[in-house]
């Protein structure tokens, strides 16, 4: 039985190499994070592998689940540690060896098995790692499964058994013919498909490509140092080359994808980034219109216009605001059996008829290329021209520490709060709302508003304004929400801003 794990080891010495490292913070709200080597060890992996089979065996679920990682230098290495954690818990393995995160999500729909754990870190930085877990499909944990795998792991309180282990060969294929298995494009689509360097570039375009569009690929060479931007669609390094490359070459459409292929970031023929939450409710038009009453799920980060917008209105579509986090918005797309979920940060949940109901970047993108598909005599841009006009900001995030940064939010919830009830103005307007359902969402009565929440994945606040007025009420609420974060000494520098 492994020993209980510690919070703190010296890298190169006899302790680090036989003793299980573990910080407690790296179990976040619906996955797991943390640096590798700093804050886990490869026996703090097999102490998470036999807390995930414990868990399993203490829901009563059966003892099969797929594993599968992404492209960075230390990741295939993470999940065999796993392995040995999960099969010493009494669970039998199906690896599929390098993949996206949707593609073990489908994995678990075509090999008929009930859990997951992807090792990816997603958007993160190198050093860093982490796993995307579930036991039900097509959900992820949320703080219920991550709060008693926590305690599981850091009180070593694992239940041993016999597990198996066994490689799944060729199983990209099965996950590839699954996309492309329908009617090509009814015309050749040029699309840039921009990658990163991560693991999504070892697909992207040979999907594209099957289902008819030209394929101008970008960054798709598949290396774990990142060379040149994050493989993140809300960066606007990434953003920017996406866009340079749209120009340059004439695309109609450009399309980004995260380093595990679950998030899909969009640049129009004429350049212009447009925010995932924007393009969702473009997709939400064009959806509403082939399935008029439908139902969908968006993230408090995301904008106004999923309430207010006409055509949604006019085709009869209801919109549900609820949590950031692609565990909530799933099990909220789920349970109320939403068509789609979207989230400001890209990630995307069709349900039937279009997907599982999981997030896939791929997904997204074939999505978005049907849309322009259904409409040959209107751009990228016609469509996003025809919403409403509102000024958005991208996603900002200062530093704030993990250990610090929910207390941090509570300050900033109650003193928006207080605000209100002693009739104050934010920017210099009325407060008209204040929407607590995940951090705080603190509306000004001209449609101004701004959002202050936890990051779930990093140590960091996360940050959203928009307004429907004009570009300078969003720097007002910008500067406005700032202020009050700069009363709380925790808080750091922006990642970016306005």
């Known amino acids: 039985m492994l020993p209980v794990p510690v919070a703190e080891l010296k890298p190169n010495t006899y302790a680090y190499e036989s003793r299980p490292m573990v910080k407690a913070t790296g179990f976040r709200e619906y996955d797991a994070r943390w640096l590798f080597e700093k804050e886990i060890n490869l026996m703090g992996m097999q102490a998470l592998g036999m807390g995930i089979a414990t868990l399993m065996r203490e829901r009563g679920v059966r003892p099969d689940i797929v594993v599968g990682h992404d492209f960075r230098g230390y990741s295939a290495a993470i999940k065999m540690a796993l392995v040995t954690g999960l099969m010493a818990g009494g669970v039998r393995v199906h690896d599929i060896g390098l993949a996206l995160s949707p593609m073990a999500y489908f994995a678990q729909f075509a090999l008929d098995v009930p859990a997951v754990a992807m090792v990816t ?75 990163g360097n991560g693991t999504a570039g070892a697909f992207a375009p040979r999907v594209l490509e099957a289902l008819g569009a030209e394929v101008i690929p970008l960054d798709c060479e598949l290396d774990h140092t990142f060379p040149r931007y994050n493989p993140n669609p809300e960066d606007m390094k990434m953003l920017h080359a996406l866009r340079d490359k749209v120009l340059e070459s004439g695309a109609e459409v450009g399309l980004g994808f995260d380093g595990d292929g679950d998030r899909c970031g969009v640049v129009d023929n004429e350049g212009e980034e447009i925010f995932a939450d924007k393009v969702g ?57 939403a068509l789609v979920g979207f989230e400001k940060s890209g990630h995307y949940f069709f349900n039937a008829p279009i997907g599982r109901g999981y997030d896939d970047g791929l997904v997204s993108a074939i999505a978005i290329l049907d849309m322009l598909d ?17 000024w958005g900001s991208p996603t900002m995030s200062p530093h704030c520490a993990d250990e610090i ?17 002693n009739g104050e103005t934010i920017a210099g307007h009325g407060i008209a709302d204040l929407v607590t359902v995940n951090g705080i969402r603190v509306v000004a009565e001209d449609g101004t508003w701004g959002l202050v929440r936890a990051s779930s994945n990093k140590p960091e606040l996360v940050v959203v304004v928009e307004s429907p007025v004009s570009e300078e009420r969003l720097h007002a609420m910008f500067h406005a929400v700032d202020a009050v974060l700069r009363e709380n000494p925790e808080v750091g520098d922006y990642n970016q801003t306005l």
């Open 121 to 195: 870190a997603s958007h993160n930085d190198n050093g860093w790692t982490g796993v995307k877990m579930g036991i039900e499909r097509p959900l992820t944990f949320g703080p219920d499964e991550m709060g008693r795998l926590k305690e599981i792991v850091l009180t070593a309180s694992f239940r041993e058994g016999s597990g198996s282990y066994r490689f799944v060969e060729n199983f990209q294929e099965q996950y590839i013919a699954d996309l492309t298995n329908r009617p090509r494009l009814s015309r050749p689509i040029k699309v840039v498909a921009a990658c």
């Open 281 to 337: 409710v473009m997709l939400a038009r064009d959806l509403s219109a082939l399935h008029p009453g439908c139902r969908f799920v968006v993230d408090v980060k995301s904008t106004g216009l999923f309430a207010t917008d006409p055509v949604l209105q006019e085709n009869g579509a209801v919109t549900d605001y609820w949590k950031t986090g692609h565990s909530y918005i799933k099990r909220r797309v789920n349970h109320l059996d």
């Open 374 to 390: 259904r409409n040959p005599d209107r751009s990228m841009a016609d469509l996003r021209r025809a919403l409403p006009r509102t």
């Open 405 to 421: 940064k929910y207390e941090v939010v509570d300050r900033v919830v109650e003193r928006f709060t207080a605000m209100k009830e």
